[in-house]
């Protein structure tokens, strides 16, 4: 806190009562001996005071700015010493935060109180300026507490919960709801704007303020934020109470399709069953001297042997067949799905 280490217009005189011209005053640590603490001429404090600071002809004393409690020690002007003063601008406890009064003059970040409220000054120094109109040399300072169980919140207070996120209660006589446990009671700073949003983690339990996507039915109270933006999309719950949240669980996530026209007839939430793009091809057949001869030059794509009459040859002896075979695991990995090379995560939901 910066104050006035000497009151203004502090005249100093000496032991017969006359001032005490070019006299000094020598500001040292509070309760030291020797060493020397700056004083200023701004309250700001960026001019400093020679240590010491010299009286004028008068005896008077110019500015002298400071923080915290010195140890000041008056000397004429042949450093002989006069008084010795500790805890000079001893500030007591609680005075920052004190009421505001119309009398005392106030510095750069000096806090008061007014009208239930907190104040910073935001000027060098200001008298007779009420906090609560004087904008230009006042500006009001939330504070906003860790939650306690003691205590019981209004809706739209305010309090940090256990996991240093701040929230804001939804109800009126909130008491004893831990807030990082208890979302019918209490939104977390912009919970509402977040509801809904969907991330990916490494971890295997969901991040607070977050539900890993497993389709559960949850309460559509409790979850109220993420209730509004996704409603029953992902599943309407027992139909009344509760709702279900989405259920990515060995899926791949798709863009929706919002009109494009790539992935028609599609709404938000939907599923969608695994499809591969239809797989086609030919194969001909020549006349040989002995019947139907399968020309090895005259295959393509998903190719398939078609009907051979009784007694024809095809490829092989008269009256007998060969089965032409399609494998694509000859060519490509195969397995009971169909799915791009991937790396599994978990998604989770804000609420």
Do not use: H
């Not at 217009?9 to 070019?22: H, I, K, V």
């Not at 991040?207 to 559960?216: A, E, I, M, V, W």
């Not at 009344?240 to 669980?249: A, C, E, K, Y």
Request: charge should be negative; charged fraction near 15%.
């Amino acid at each position: 806190m910066t104050t006035r280490v000497i009151d203004a217009f502090t005249q100093f005189f000496d032991a017969s009562g006359n001032p005490l011209a070019a006299g000094k005053m020598k500001f040292l640590e509070n309760g030291s001996s020797s060493v020397e603490k700056d004083t200023y001429q701004n309250a700001e404090l960026t001019i400093a005071n020679t240590n010491p600071v010299i009286l004028d002809g008068e005896g008077r004393i110019g500015n002298v700015f400071g923080e915290g409690a010195y140890r000041a020690i008056l000397l004429d002007a042949n450093d002989v010493q006069i008084q010795l003063f500790d805890d000079v601008n001893l500030v007591p406890s609680g005075a920052q935060f004190n009421p505001w009064s119309p009398a005392n003059e106030y510095f750069l970040n000096d806090f008061v109180s007014a009208s239930g409220a907190y104040y910073r000054c935001i000027v060098s120094s200001v008298t007779g300026v009420d906090p609560t109109t004087g904008t230009s040399d006042w500006v009001e300072v939330p504070f906003t507490g860790i939650w306690r169980s003691s205590i019981t919140y209004a809706a739209g207070d305010s309090a940090y919960g256990s996991n240093g996120i701040l929230y804001t209660s939804r109800v009126s006589a909130n008491l004893n709801n831990e807030p990082s446990a208890s979302p019918a009671e209490w939104a977390s700073d912009n919970v509402s704007e977040l509801a809904g949003n969907i991330i990916m983690t490494a971890s295997a339990t969901a991040p607070t303020g977050y539900l890993l996507c497993d389709g559960s039915a949850i309460s559509r109270t409790d979850f109220a934020d993420l209730f509004a933006r996704i409603g029953t999309a992902y599943g309407v719950g027992d139909g009344s109470t509760t709702f279900n949240i989405p259920d990515t669980r060995g899926e791949f996530l798709r863009g929706n399709d919002n009109g494009r026209g790539i992935d028609t007839g599609r709404v938000l939430g939907s599923s969608q069953s695994d499809a591969i793009r239809n797989i086609v091809g030919e194969t001909y057949y020549s006349s040989g001297g002995t019947g139907l001869v399968l020309s090895s030059a005259s295959q393509s794509g998903a190719f398939t042997k078609g009907t051979v009459s009784t007694g024809s040859q095809f490829s092989g002896t008269a009256g007998s067949s060969v089965a032409l075979k399609f494998d694509a695991s000859l060519s490509v990995p195969t397995a009971s799905e169909n799915r791009p090379r991937n790396v599994s995560f978990n998604f989770a939901i804000r609420y």
